[in-house]
């Protein structure tokens, strides 16, 4: 979690992990912890998987 916090997400398939993105978000948040270098390199490798993250699985269904 540490890595992708710090905008460490080489190697992620933001598919393919997005229900543990969307952990890595929750908690973040949770804990009052700085997001912005884990949304930007997610918004950098995949721009669609980012704003589905930020949507929320609600908004998708």
Excluded: H
Excluded at 2 to 18: I, T
Excluded at 47 to 54: H, I, R, S
């Amino acid at each position: 979690m540490k890595k992708w916090l710090a905008g460490d997400l080489n190697g992620v398939d933001p598919r393919a992990e997005m229900p543990l993105l969307l952990d890595v978000l929750r908690d973040g948040a949770e804990a009052g912890l700085d997001l912005c270098p884990f949304l930007s390199a997610l918004a950098e490798l995949d721009p669609v998987a980012c704003t589905e993250l930020l949507a929320g699985p609600q908004a998708l269904a």
